[in-house]
Nanobody
């Protein structure tokens, strides 16, 4: 059973930076996984922020140029570097994984495209 544990959330001011980390374990599939970051603000639906499969990366328009997703395959750690943070980035951030490549088109951003989820880490951006 894949287990994902996020860390690195916190409170920052507008324009600040945070790096989220997702430590994974229990991977049994011999191939690669599509790894994603999602977020959910109070009263809103969960939305895809970024995803990665191999050297391919995908970003929501709202975070392009500000967030960077990366991974350390040897350590089985997923990262999300978040720069130039805005109040609208405030949300619970979740790490997600699914066997195989990331779905084509915008389907990488659908929560139903992922089988495994972490518990989340809170990010709060204040002005």
């Amino acid at each position: 059973q894949v287990q994902l544990v996020e860390s690195g959330g916190g409170s920052v001011q507008v324009g600040g930076s945070l790096r989220l980390t997702c430590a994974g374990s229990g991977y049994t599939y011999s191939g690669a996984y599509c790894m994603g970051w999602f977020r959910q603000a109070p009263g809103k639906e969960r939305e895809g922020v970024a995803a990665i499969y191999g050297i391919s990366t995908y970003y929501a328009d709202s975070v392009k140029g500000r967030f960077t997703i990366s991974q350390d395959n040897a350590k089985k750690i997923l990262y999300l570097q978040m720069d130039s943070l805005k109040p609208e980035d405030t949300a619970m951030y979740y790490c997600a994984a699914n066997r195989g490549f990331c779905p084509f088109g915008g389907n990488w951003a659908r929560s139903t495209s992922y089988s495994y989820w972490g518990q989340g880490t809170q990010v709060t951006v204040s002005s």
